[in-house]
């Protein structure tokens, strides 16, 4: 467990994002889920584990509906003070776009350490809008693979009729949109409010 390869694939003089303190250890395991606009929009599901955040890139987002099943591609360990990352990474870097956190809060597992290395966990998360037991299972294909399943565990928690990423849409770190975090960030001239102001009021002198 290492974050070479997550400092290897990026340009910290262009990046906001956190290079990473070294490990450390927190009393409640975290997880987080970032909303991520790169060149294709996914959800970054994370677990904290061994000091750092074991990732996974889910395309479609979690679903709270245990009969659908999330791709959920591995990609590398990431920091723990990546957590409370959001911003925007510039176009062209390493997963250039905007990040939000989606949902956050902290996860509990009752199976042995070496599960995720096994290749299956069962957990409970305790966020804002994921909670109640989910798995994360690696499906069989050669060799070790990259792609693994999310998905919700039939509880109190499961929901077939509500799209969770859909209803809510927000980061519960900024309350904000992908939308309005963009459109907050642009120079004001850019701001589409300002834009329309202009266009009424014409050039300013
Ligand atoms: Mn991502």
């Not at 791709?71 to 990352?85: G, N, Q, R």
């Not at 305790?126 to 989910?134: I, N, Q, Y």
Request: glycine share 8%; charged share 30%; with cysteine.
């Amino acid at each position: 467990m290492c974050l070479s390869t997550y400092r290897k694939k990026r340009n910290f003089k262009s990046t906001p994002e956190p290079f990473g303190k070294s490990k450390r250890r927190t009393k409640q395991h975290i997880f987080v889920v970032q909303k991520h606009a790169a060149q294709r929009l996914h959800y970054d599901f994370r677990l904290e584990l061994d000091g750092v955040l074991k990732s996974w890139a889910v395309p479609k987002g979690p679903s709270l509906n245990p009969s659908e099943k999330r791709l959920a591609v591995h990609v590398e360990d990431h920091p723990l003070d990546y957590a409370s990352f959001e911003g925007t990474i510039p176009a062209g870097e390493y997963g250039g776009g905007t990040v939000l956190v989606w949902d956050r809060g902290t996860w509990t597992s009752t199976e042995p350490d070496d599960s995720l290395d096994r290749g299956k966990l069962t957990f409970r998360l305790k966020g804002e809008k994921l909670r109640g037991a989910w798995t994360l299972v690696r499906m069989k294909g050669q060799g070790n693979s990259k792609n693994w399943l999310l998905i919700k565990s039939r509880d109190e928690f499961a929901d077939g009729s509500t799209d969770v990423t859909l209803e809510s849409p927000r980061s519960v770190e900024s309350g904000l949109t992908l939308e309005e975090f963009c459109d907050a960030r642009k120079p004001s001239s850019e701001k589409s409010k300002n834009k329309a102001s202009k266009v009424r009021s014409g050039p300013r002198r």
